[in-house]
């Protein structure tokens, strides 16, 4: 069924030979807008769950191979590390296909590639999502909720008006008998720092409003992921030189210490 253009009664059909992975990976791709292969391979095909890693390298080659043909998921033109890191560099979004298997609302995406920076920094994303799926997978952290934009963004009513915080990802994690909520911006370091100051504010004015804590008991904290500590460091005194601020509401932390942050371990 590999044809651009599927028919009502071609759709129904597919739909009914698509495994529930199949559909797992398809609605997460369409949540986290882009992920590599690579990603995709280490959250639905474990190698747990396989003979070895080679034998799930492959299984997800050949499911995102028949993904794509179907025109399910589509394939950017850039890869990530280039030719040479093999097929987990492919970069997939959403497919005209795919929008319409899981009966989405929003329109349906438009096929231009994207810019460099939007592509780092959505894959960032899926990379945190991705690392906090395979520790819940192996029982070291509980998934209670995870909110990937649009459906994290916060309206909400200030002296400025209708207003619209727009984190990159909400997450709430159960550790031991804690549940850690999150308001997640990940960083990477192409925003200069007064653009993070008034994120700050916003997250600050919509803490305000009590919005929040009416409707789930507790306001999260923000996390800002920033890629090495002399930005997490310069944040940090922005921050706190700001008396606008509440200082405790913000965590600053590096990539390669967001999971143990986010769980508790560094706050």
């Known amino acids: 069924m590999g044809r651009g253009i599927v028919g009502r009664v071609g759709l129904e059909d597919l739909r009914a030979d698509l495994s529930g992975r199949d559909m797992a990976i398809v609605g997460q791709v369409a949540d986290l807008r882009l992920m590599t292969g690579r990603q995709i391979e280490a959250v639905h095909f474990p190698t747990d769950e ?12 050949r499911c995102l191979e028949r993904l794509a043909r179907h025109n399910l998921l589509v394939r950017l033109e850039r890869r990530i590390g280039g030719v040479r890191a093999g097929s987990g560099s492919w970069v997939y979004a959403l497919g005209p296909v795919g929008h319409r298997v899981l009966r989405r609302d929003d329109a349906r995406p438009r096929y231009r590639e994207p810019s460099a920076t939007f592509v780092d920094h959505t894959l960032a994303i899926a990379q945190l999502v991705g ?112 008396a606008r601020l509440t200082d405790a509401l913000f965590v600053i932390t590096t990539t390669d210490k967001a999971i143990t942050t986010l769980t508790g371990g560094d706050t």
């Open 50 to 61: 396989h003979e070895t890693a080679a034998a799930a390298a492959r299984a997800a080659r």
């Open 131 to 242: 690392d906090l799926t395979t520790r819940a997978q192996h029982r070291q952290l509980e998934l209670l909720g995870m909110q990937a934009e649009p459906r994290c963004w916060r309206q909400f009513t200030s002296t400025a008006g209708l207003t619209v915080l727009r984190p990159d990802l909400f997450v709430s994690l159960g550790v031991d008998d804690f549940e850690h909520r999150w308001f997640c911006e990940v960083d990477r370091g192409t925003e200069h720092l007064p653009a993070l100051l008034r994120k700050c504010r916003q997250y600050e004015t919509y803490y305000a409003t009590g919005a929040e804590q009416r409707d789930h008991g507790v306001f999260p904290r923000a996390c800002w992921i920033v890629p090495d500590q002399r930005r997490a460091d310069r944040l940090r005194r922005a921050i706190d030189k700001d």
